[in-house]
């Protein structure tokens, strides 16, 4: 059984330590080509792609960085890959003062997932990543309880139905 995340809440990572970009409607291969030009031109030693959907992408890099030289990073390649979506998501997390990606399933979108890595993996991609499967198994254990009290509730109805005479004899037999 597939469990949906119908919840109004979006739950995603934000901080200012990590250099972050958000794709939409791009392809993976401008994609890729915009995470390694951005890799080499700030030293930031490795990557990580995440799908959010159809032509929507996120990367995660692995060096810390400053805040501010964070903000120069995602200013670089919102101009210069003239991606007006890119550009909306960095003026964002500039009034946030802190970037975010999404974590949990958005409407019909599912959770994102890594679908590319390249270089290091050890710092900022390694903590994203473990903090992304907390997240996730949170998620989880919301959807089993949520599941489990939803059986609970029908045992419930039911138990009250068959044990009460009076109610039997009004609702039609199962």
């Known amino acids: 059984m597939k469990r949906k995340w119908n919840r109004n809440s979006i739950l995603g990572i934000t901080d200012t330590e990590t250099v972050k970009l958000d794709f939409d409607n791009t392809t993976f291969r401008t994609v890729k080509y915009w995470a390694f030009r951005t890799l080499k031109r700030f030293r930031l030693k490795g990557f990580v792609i995440l799908k ?4 929507n992408y996120h990367v ?3 060096r ?3 805040w501010s030289t964070n903000v ?6 919102s101009l210069l890959s003239r991606n007006k979506n890119s550009t909306k998501w960095f003026i ?3 009034i946030k003062q802190g970037s975010t990606l999404r974590v949990s399933p958005k409407k019909d ?3 994102p997932r890594v679908v590319f890595h390249y270089g290091s993996q050890d710092n900022q991609v390694r ?15 919301f959807l089993v309880e949520k599941e489990f009290s939803k059986e609970n509730k029908k045992r419930e109805i ?6 009460n005479s009076e109610l039997s004899e009004i609702l039609p037999k199962r």
Do not use: H, T
């Open 109 to 111: 979108k599912p959770c």
């Open 158 to 163: 039911q138990v009250y139905v068959d044990g």
């Open 72 to 77: 120069k990073i995602m200013a670089w390649v």
């Open 52 to 55: 959010s959907s159809k032509n």
């Open 127 to 141: 903590e994203y990543l473990i903090y992304r499967k907390v997240i996730k198994g949170i998620i989880e254990k």
């Open 60 to 62: 995660v890099f692995n």
């Open 64 to 66: 810390k960085v400053s």
């Open 92 to 94: 964002m997390q500039c």
